[in-house]
């Protein structure tokens, strides 16, 4: 509807003080292939109750439309929708998405495998909604959640590759997400693999982004000899 192109200028720095303070949120991963959400009962208490993983109450996956823009937005909010349905009402939002993003402003820059750029997803959804909203690299959100619940709990300094639809990566410094200055630091899947390898789908000689199987013949080979490469 008409609340997509209507903007909103609340933070997605609240959602922090949602998640401590109440207890149902929706996290939601955008690939180039499926939308995957659940419904999240987040854990208060003292540190060792947040460090166990939240609680899921419900799921939705879908394949992602990305035959437009505008189906692309609309098959993100139905799996919202649905949730919200299932569930009830929920205290935020947080979406994982392929995009380079324009962290502060909640915007997607520029995506790869989306039909999304210079799209204010923060602020759509915020006004969709009516909650508070959090959006992130989709790489860049899982290395947070392995930082937080997974084989990255406890270390100050991590990096994380991804394989899917692409290639990608975060990176934890000194216990928080590094983004260098202009956000795209962990584009691990960007990265030159060969200086003199044709150009990949960025316009990159040769970069490690594409699907796994397709990316096998230039992944380092600690990858492949680790059984990463596929």
């Known amino acids: 509807g008409s609340g997509w192109f209507t903007c909103s ?26 939308v995957a959400a659940a419904v999240l009962l987040s854990t208060a208490g003292d540190e060792a109750a947040r460090r166990r993983p939240p609680e899921i109450l419900a799921r939705c996956t879908a394949p992602t439309d990305v035959s437009s ?7 993100i909010d139905a799996c919202i ?3 919200v349905n299932e569930a009830g009402p929920v205290d935020g939002i947080g979406i994982g998405i392929a995009s380079l993003m324009d962290y502060e402003a909640g915007r997607l820059a520029h995506s790869v495998h989306l039909p999304l750029s210079d799209v204010p997803l923060r602020a759509l959804l915020e006004q969709r909604h009516g909650v508070p909203v959090a959006v992130d690299n989709d790489a860049t959100a899982a290395c ?5 619940f997974g084989a990255g709990a406890g270390y100050r300094h991590m990096v994380m590759l991804t394989l899917g639809t692409g290639i990608g990566g975060g990176i934890i410094c000194d216990g928080r997400p590094y983004r260098g200055a202009g956000g795209p630091a962990a584009e691990l ?11 990949g789908v960025a316009g ?5 982004t594409g699907t796994p199987v397709e990316c096998r013949g230039s992944l380092p080979p600690v990858l492949l000899s680790s059984g990463l490469g596929g």
Do not use: F, N, Y
């Not at 609340?10 to 955008?30: C, K, N, P, S, Y």
């Not at 990159?204 to 490690?208: E, S």
């Open 189 to 199: 899947g960007h990265m030159v693999g060969e200086k003199h390898g044709g150009p």
């Open 144 to 148: 947070l959640a392995e930082h937080a």
């Open 69 to 75: 823009v505008a189906a692309c937005l609309a098959g």
């Open 204 to 208: 990159l000689r040769a970069p490690w």
């Open 81 to 83: 929708d649905r949730l």
């Open 9 to 34: 200028s609340v933070h997605h720095g609240t959602l922090r003080h949602v998640m401590a303070v109440q207890r149902r949120i929706v996290g939601v991963d955008v690939g180039g292939t499926k």
